[in-house]
């Protein structure tokens, strides 16, 4: 294994202080229900029949498409894209959705795929959506990737959103708890499949502060998880600044496709890019233009972002959400 940054050994569980307050709940697992499409609710319905519907979008790398839906019983927390990597010698597995039931569901379709190990877990940030089937893979004796900052976020928010899961999914959610990274990720971390490195590299704070993305070179694949969304509107958790500079950045990774936390289960790159970037641009023009001239946060929220309204599903749910987050931010500029 070629380490390239800074690799922290952590134990399997991190302990977690009491729950924060709803203003730190993640918005990817509280959201309003999205408008479910047909083959939306064909999918819910394969998952209340156990089935795990894998798409392979390059040559061993298959992606479960996330509905788009609140998480409840019935999709059992499955509302983020998942994507399993196989190469010649192990399997990875980017984020593990959110509940263990989901997530045992999704080691079964992999068994199907392939015989290999799943040597490596791989999580994206901190979001329950995104992690909280980390736990069906406790038999496979793997490591468990993370943000180095990962281990804090999960300390001052996991038992929170932890109760969600349980208050979302009643008892679907059974089983499910907090696994913390075993392994931590400061710069930039390869692992190798056989035949298939994946170059892990964690971020500054932009979605979030514990932003990992992972880039597969074989099939010029990067996973960008939730610092991308498509079709659904982003929502801020970190920094409006930092998200379009790590936008910036990300530009330059020579993707040929890319894997979004929430959307298509693969997109062109950089083309995906572009409406995601249009909306925070417009936001943060509005909102520095509604700063300079007086206007208090109360009623921004009511004008800020709205051009981009007819865009994106769940915009009301978020949008004046992600004004408060952007706001407090640059007033400071």
């Not at 045992?104 to 199907?112: D, E, G, N, V």
């Amino acid at each position: 294994m070629n380490v390239a940054g800074s690799i922290t050994e952590l134990p399997q569980r991190y302990p977690l202080p009491p729950s924060l307050g709803r203003r730190h709940a993640c918005g990817c697992l509280l959201s309003a229900a999205f408008c479910c499409l047909p083959g939306l609710k064909a999918q819910a319905a394969a998952l209340a029949a156990n089935a795990v519907e894998l798409t392979e979008v390059a040559p061993g790398i298959h992606v479960f498409h996330g509905v788009h839906e609140e998480a409840t019983s019935a999709n059992l927390g499955a509302i983020a894209n998942i994507a399993v990597i196989i190469g010649n010698k192990a399997v990875a597995v980017v984020d593990t959705g959110g509940s263990l039931a989901w997530g045992t569901r999704l080691r079964s379709a992999i068994r199907s795929l392939t015989a290999l190990p799943i040597r490596h877990l791989i999580n994206s940030h901190v979001h329950p959506d995104h992690i909280f089937g980390n736990a069906a893979f406790d038999s496979d004796g793997l490591e468990i990737w993370g943000h180095y900052k990962l281990p804090e976020s999960l300390a001052a928010r996991g038992q929170f959103y932890l109760d969600q899961v349980k208050e979302l999914l009643g008892g679907d959610a059974e089983g499910t708890r907090v696994v913390a990274p075993t392994r931590l990720v400061n710069g930039v971390q390869e692992l190798d499949l056989g035949g298939r490195v994946l170059r892990l590299a964690s971020h500054p704070t932009a979605h979030t502060d514990n932003d990992l993305t992972v880039y597969d070179g074989a099939t010029g694949t990067l996973f960008a998880s939730d610092l991308l969304f498509m079709e659904r509107l982003p929502a801020i958790d970190g920094s409006l600044n930092g998200w379009l500079s790590m936008l910036a950045a990300l530009r330059n990774v020579p993707a040929a496709r890319v894997v979004p936390g929430h959307g298509p289960v693969s997109a062109p790159w950089p083309a995906a890019l572009e409406r995601q970037e249009r909306y925070l641009q417009r936001l943060r023009a509005d909102l520095r233009h509604l700063i300079a001239a007086g206007i208090p946060m109360e009623t921004a929220v009511e004008t800020a972002g709205q051009s981009e309204r007819a865009h994106w599903r769940l915009f009301d749910d978020y949008n004046a959400r992600n004004v408060v987050t952007a706001y407090a931010e640059l007033e400071w500029e």
